[in-house]
T-cell receptor
Framework: SQTIHQWPATLVQPVGSPLSLECTVE??????LYWYRQAAGRGLQLLFY??????ISSEVPQNLSASRPQDRQFILSSKKLLLSDSGFYLC?????????????FGDGTRLSIL | KNEVEQSPQNLTAQEGEFITINCSYS?????LHWLQQHPGGGIVSLFM???GKKKHGRLIATINIQEKHSSLHITASHPRDSAVYIC????????????FGKGTKLSVKP
């Protein structure tokens, strides 16, 4: 069966520090991968999606970047965190041709910037 | 105006009540998702539908494409149904990129 792993579960980082959140999927190949953010008191927002290795699309301009070095690995990064980067980050996957496919979510990472 | 609007924002019910959460959208979609987010933050996909009606246990989801409206119903509600219910739409022609409503916080009292 397919599983999605996202870590760490919680993270406290100082302003200006770098960030790396990792997400891996098992039990499927060539999935669509997504990074979402939920800021405090706000709804979920799509940050990045990827339809294949090295293919990254960004939905909103921001301080973050994403990479997909392997088929089932999706990484969210920042060189210098801002206070506004605080939030709950979720990784998700769906089968390729993902528009009409269910999305499966990781457990999320709660990021606090001090 | 948000592309996906949910109502109500908050809902308190007594155990056993029939619950309805509504979602309206203003864009062309290929599918609509209903998600459940528990207090810890984890999200579970409940339904994905592009027409008609789906049922799973005590949960029923309906969609009216012409009216751009969907409802999530919970029959015989239970305190364990307490969660935030989120409506999200996949834009037509997208790779499944979802646009989310702000969620409905449901609290079911025993």
């Amino acid at each position: 069966s397919q599983t999605i792993h996202q870590w760490p579960a919680t993270l406290v980082q100082p302003v200006g520090s770098p960030l790396s959140l990792e997400c891996t999927v098992e039990g499927t190949s060539n999935p669509n991968l997504y990074w979402y953010r939920q800021a405090a008191g706000r709804g979920l927002q799509l940050l990045f999606y990827s339809v294949g290795i090295g293919q990254i699309s960004s939905e909103v301009p921001q301080n973050l970047s994403a990479s997909r070095p392997q088929d089932r690995q999706f990484i969210l990064s920042s060189k210098k965190l801002l206070l506004s980067d605080s939030g709950f980050y979720l990784c998700a996957w769906s089968e390729g041709q993902g528009a009409n496919q269910p999305q499966h979510f990781g457990d999320g990472t709660r990021l606090s910037i001090l | 105006k948000n592309e996906v609007e949910q109502s109500p924002q908050n809902l308190t019910a007594q155990e056993g009540e029939f619950i309805t959460i509504n979602c309206s959208y203003s864009v062309g979609i290929s599918a609509l998702h209903w998600l459940q987010q528990h207090p810890g933050g984890g999200i579970v996909s409940l339904f994905m539908l592009s027409s008609g009606k789906k049922k799973h246990g005590r949960l029923i989801a309906t969609i009216n494409i012409q009216e751009k409206h969907s409802s999530l119903h919970i029959t015989a509600s239970h305190p364990r149904d307490s969660a935030v219910y989120i409506c999200a739409v996949a834009l037509w022609g997208s790779q499944g990129n979802l646009i989310f409503g702000k969620g409905t916080k449901l609290s079911v009292k025993p």
